[in-house]
């Protein structure tokens, strides 16, 4: 079954379906995918901020890493689950967007740098390499939130 | 044709759509677009950064921050991304006058922002007079009103700034008195 196959199957399934034949249910579910996108933002800027020597410069890093973890998570959990559902109600729509496709793999980097990267390197209160990897953190995650944001636009 | 804008709101909205830049803007191939991506970027921003701060007032994040840090290095940054939200969401408005002065999601979303910013005069003004006392401890009943005040409210400007794009409610489609009266279409449409 090729992917272009797989994608429909999904927009077929009940779920698919359910949600966009509704009036509201996609509206409702971007609006909260968007203020999920809010936490996130705030959430990894408090900490990317702190690696720069901006925002709360009074914390240790390594504490901001571990005291935004949680909301980073949550957010991240209610932005994935939100967006599967959005996805499944146009998966064929979005198998042909570039911008889609963008975003799937800047997300992918920007998970695996997050969590792999950025946020075992500030537990350990970095200095100068803990600056380049907020600006990457940003850069990745403004290029998630940008192609995001251009999925709808056609 | 004269050279100002009429005093009455709804002629001032077909003058402002009537502009140059209003046509540009909203015949625009990416400009548009852009000013929305940013305007997305300016909320998460925005909304994103006076979350964490209401959440450290809420005494549910950051607890060894006192306020006072938050206040100082946290929101210069809510303020860039409140200007850049403004910015952008009037260049939004500027593009689409006429729908969007009678978008009950957008007039919904400019009273729920009435709404944050009495909450935020209440809070600077009042709430935070003795802020010695709870800097950097347990914050009091008040405070926690406000940062919960907060976050509902600038939830509730981004679901309804959201819904603007629906036009469930638009004046062209058939809608009860109550719906007329809150968008004020019928006022729209006396309008010679």
């Known amino acids: 079954m090729s992917l272009y196959h797989q994608f429909e199957a999904l927009e077929a399934t009940s779920l698919g379906d359910a949600i966009k034949n509704s009036l509201w249910l996609f509206p409702a579910i971007e609006a909260v995918h968007l203020l999920a996108l809010a936490m996130l933002g705030g959430a990894v800027l408090m900490l990317d901020l702190r690696l720069l020597g901006l925002g709360l410069t009074g914390q240790p890093a390594s504490t901001l890493e571990r005291e935004t973890r949680p909301w980073l998570i949550g957010a991240l959990a209610v932005m994935v689950i939100t967006g599967s559902l959005l996805g499944v109600s146009e998966a064929l729509k979005l198998y042909d967007k570039r911008a889609f496709w963008v975003k799937m793999i800047a997300l992918a980097c920007a998970l695996v740098f997050t969590f792999a990267i950025k946020g075992p390197l500030a537990r350990r209160d970095p200095g100068a390499v803990g600056k380049a990897a907020a600006l990457v953190s940003l850069a990745l995650w403004l290029t998630v939130a940008i192609a995001g944001r251009w999925i709808g636009f056609s | ?192």
């Not at chain 2, 625009?28 to 964490?52: C, Q």
């Not at chain 2, 929101?75 to 952008?88: D, E, N, S």
């Not at chain 2, 009495?118 to 405070?143: K, M, Q």
């Open chain 2, 1 to 192: 044709m004269s050279a100002g804008p009429p005093l009455n709101l709804d002629g001032a909205m077909e003058w402002l759509a009537a502009q140059p830049g209003s046509i540009a803007l909203h015949e625009s191939l990416y400009a548009y677009t852009w000013i929305e991506t940013a305007h997305v970027l300016g909320i998460t921003l925005f909304v994103g950064t006076i979350a964490m701060v209401d959440l450290r007032l809420l005494g549910v994040a950051f607890p060894r921050a006192p306020v006072s840090a938050m206040n100082a290095r946290i929101l210069p940054w809510t303020v860039a991304g409140f200007v850049l939200m403004i910015v952008t969401g009037a260049l939004l408005f500027y593009a689409i006058p006429v729908r969007s002065f009678h978008s009950l999601w957008f007039r919904a979303k400019i009273l729920l922002m009435a709404v944050a910013a009495v909450n935020i005069f209440v809070f600077h003004a009042r709430v935070e007079r003795d802020r010695d006392r709870w800097d950097s401890g347990v914050t009091p009943p008040g405070a926690r009103i406000s940062a919960a005040i907060s976050l509902v409210a600038w939830a509730g400007v981004i679901v309804t700034g959201r819904m603007i794009a629906y036009n469930w409610f638009d004046c062209d489609k058939p809608q009860s008195a109550f719906v007329h009266l809150l968008t004020g279409c019928l006022a729209g449409l006396a309008e010679p």
